[in-house]
C-alpha cells in the first residue's frame, strides 16, 4: 500500500492526547481493505502434518460428518484452515458459536448461518421462523458442508434449531438434512454460557449429536508446545486433577506481580484487564497516539462488530508498548499468528513497526475485520491495526490463541475449563507465570471427561 500523506484532522482530540488517524487516511483505508476483508486464503501453502493430523485430513476427504476435536494446541484450527484453503464459501461456509470467533475466522455466526437469531420464543419458534426465510432456505440447499468452529460453546439448543431448519429446508428427513458437517472443537475449554440455567447444554449432549453420527478425527500431538512434563500437567488440569505434581508446577511459576513481568497477564473479568492496560500504557513516556476504528455498515450490524471485534473502537498505543497481533499472518510467511507477542517500535499513520518476541520485526498495515450475515455477505466491517494492548487479556478472549509469555490469575475462576484454557495457551513453561491460584478454579464437567474416554482419548 502507498504511504499516505497527512490531511486535517478532523476528529475532535481529546484534551492531551494526539490523534494519529487523519479523515483522508480512514477513506482511503477502507476502500482499500473493504474488499479484502472476507478473502479466504486461495493459496495452497505446503505444511508437514503431524500423523493424527494426517489421518484427520484423510477423514475430511470423505463424507461424512466429522468431529475434529483433540486437546489445546494440537493444531485444530490450523487443519480447518487447510483444509478450507481454495473452498468458496458459499459450498463450505464456516460457521462459529461466538461473535469473537467467527469474526476471527472469518466466518459468520451459527445462529446466523441457520436463520435462528437470537432463539426468541425457543427452539421450535426459532426453527419455523427460519424455514420461512427464502434466504435462509436457498443457502441451506446450496451448501456442500457446513464447519462449525469453538464447538464447544455452542448450547444444544441451537444445534437442536438448526437441524431442525436444515431438514425442511433440504427437504430430506435426514440428520442436517443430508449437509456435511464438521464440527470443531475441544468440549475440556469453555462451556456454551448457560444464562442462569441448571447445568450446562452442552451440544455433545443432545440428541442431534447422537443423530448426527459424527466420525471422531482426534487429534493427539501437541504442537503448541512439545515439553512433556508441561503437557503431563496440562493434561492433569484438563481433567481437574490437583495433585502433588500439579501444585508444585504451578507453585514454582509463582511470580508476584509487583515484580516486573514483559508478557500477557491474562484475568478473568474484561474490567481488570482493561484497567490493567491503561495503567501500563500510562506509565509509558509520551502522549499516547490514537487510532480510531473505522465502522461501515448496517447500523445494527455495526453496534454487534464494535461489541465482538477483536480490536477496541479506539486504538491507544505508544512506542515501547507490547502489543498482540490479532491476525494471522496470511503472506504464506507465517511470521505471527493470531496472538504473537511484541514491543511496538515505531509508529506511523499506516504502518505500525513490531519487534515479536520471537526475534523477528514486522511491519503491519490496518485490516478489516467483517461481519458477515446469513449468506456471507459483509454487513459491517472494522478497520484498524490488528493489533491490542498486550499486557491484559481475559481468559474467554485468549481461547484459541497461542501466546508466548503468560501471567495467570487463577485464584476465582468458575466454568469448567476456564484454567486449561488459560495455561494452555504458551509454547513453553519457561513462559508461564502464576500470579495466584486456587484448587477450586481448577473446573473440570464430568461429562465431558466421561465423553472423551469413551471416544478414547
Ligand atoms: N502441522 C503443523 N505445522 C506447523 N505448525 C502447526 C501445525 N499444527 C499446528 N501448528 C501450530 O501450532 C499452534 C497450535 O495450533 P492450533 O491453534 O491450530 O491448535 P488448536 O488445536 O486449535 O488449539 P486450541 O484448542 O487452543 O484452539 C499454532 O501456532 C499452529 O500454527
Ligand atoms: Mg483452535
Redesign the pocket.
Known amino acids: 500500500m502507498p504511504r499516505l500523506r497527512k490531511h486535517t484532522v478532523l476528529t475532535k482530540p481529546r484534551a492531551g492526547t494526539k490523534v494519529a488517524d487523519t479523515e483522508a487516511t480512514r477513506k482511503k483505508i477502507l476502500k482499500h481493505l473493504v474488499s479484502k476483508a472476507v478473502q479466504r486464503n486461495t493459496e495452497r501453502t505446503t505444511?508437514?502434518?503431524?500423523p493424527c493430523?494426517e489421518q484427520a485430513w484423510a477423514l475430511l476427504q470423505g463424507n461424512d460428518n466429522i468431529f475434529l476435536t483433540?486437546?489445546?494446541?494440537?493444531?485444530?484450527?490450523?487443519?480447518?484452515?487447510?483444509y478450507l484453503e481454495g473452498k468458496p464459501s458459499a459450498l463450505y461456509p464456516v460457521v462459529a458459536s461466538t461473535g469473537v470467533s467467527a469474526i476471527l475466522v472469518g466466518g459468520r455466526t451459527f445462529h446466523s448461518f441457520f436463520g435462528i437469531g437470537i432463539m426468541e420464543g425457543g427452539a421450535e419458534t426459532a426453527a419455523r421462523r427460519a424455514c420461512e426465510n427464502k434466504r435462509v432456505v436457498t443457502r441451506l440447499r446450496r451448501a456442500r458442508g457446513v464447519v462449525i468452529d469453538?464447538i464447544s460453546m455452542l448450547p444444544g439448543e441451537a444445534l437442536r434449531a438448526a437441524d431442525r431448519v436444515a431438514r425442511v429446508a433440504r427437504g430430506i428427513d435426514a440428520p442436517w438434512g443430508g449437509l456435511q458437517v464438521i464440527a470443531?472443537?475441544?468440549f475440556a475449554?469453555l462451556p456454551p454460557v448457560s444464562d442462569g440455567k441448571e447445568g450446562k447444554d452442552w451440544a455433545f449432549m443432545s440428541e442431534v449429536w447422537d443423530e448426527s453420527d459424527f466420525s471422531p478425527a482426534l487429534?493427539s500431538t501437541?504442537?503448541?508446545t512439545k515439553e512433556p512434563e508441561f503437557l503431563r500437567i496440562l493434561n492433569f488440569v484438563r481433567e481437574g486433577v490437583v495433585n502433588e505434581e500439579v501444585t508444585d508446577f504451578l507453585n514454582a511459576r509463582f511470580l508476584p506481580p509487583t515484580l516486573g513481568f514483559d508478557g500477557t497477564r491474562l484475568f478473568p473479568h474484561r474490567a481488570t484487564a482493561e484497567a490493567h492496560n491503561r495503567r501500563k500504557l500510562d506509565e509509558l513516556p509520551g502522549m499516547p497516539q490514537i487510532f480510531q476504528t473505522i465502522y461501515k455498515g448496517r447500523e445494527q450490524s455495526v453496534t454487534q462488530l464494535r461489541r465482538n471485534c477483536p480490536v477496541p473502537e479506539s486504538l491507544h498505543l505508544k512506542k515501547n508498548a507490547l502489543v498482540m497481533v490479532r491476525k494471522?499472518d496470511v503472506s504464506g510467511k507465517?511470521r505471527y499468528?493470531n496472538?504473537s507477542l511484541g514491543t511496538l517500535r515505531h509508529i506511523e499513520p499506516d504502518c505500525l513497526t513490531i519487534a515479536l518476541f520471537t526475534g523477528e520485526t514486522v511491519e503491519i498495515e490496518k485490516t478489516a475485520f467483517a461481519l458477515l450475515d446469513g449468506n456471507g455477505n459483509e454487513t459491517a466491517v472494522a478497520v484498524n491495526f490488528p493489533v491490542n494492548l498486550a499486557w491484559a487479556s481475559t481468559i474467554h478472549k485468549s481461547?484459541?490463541?497461542?501466546l508466548d509469555r503468560l501471567m495467570v490469575d487463577l485464584s476465582s475462576l468458575w466454568e469448567p475449563g476456564q484454567a486449561y484454557?488459560a495455561l494452555?495457551?504458551v509454547?513453553s513453561a519457561a513462559g508461564l507465570f502464576v500470579e495466584r491460584w486456587n484448587p477450586r478454579s481448577i473446573i473440570a464437567e464430568p461429562q465431558v471427561m466421561e465423553y472423551y474416554r469413551r471416544m478414547g482419548a
Open positions: 505444511v508437514i502434518l503431524t493430523q483433540g486437546a489445546a494446541g494440537t493444531g485444530k484450527s490450523f487443519l480447518l484452515g487447510k469453538e470443531v472443537g475441544d475449554q487429534l501437541c504442537v503448541r494471522n507465517m499468528v496472538g481461547q484459541g490463541a497461542t484454557v494452555s495457551r509454547r
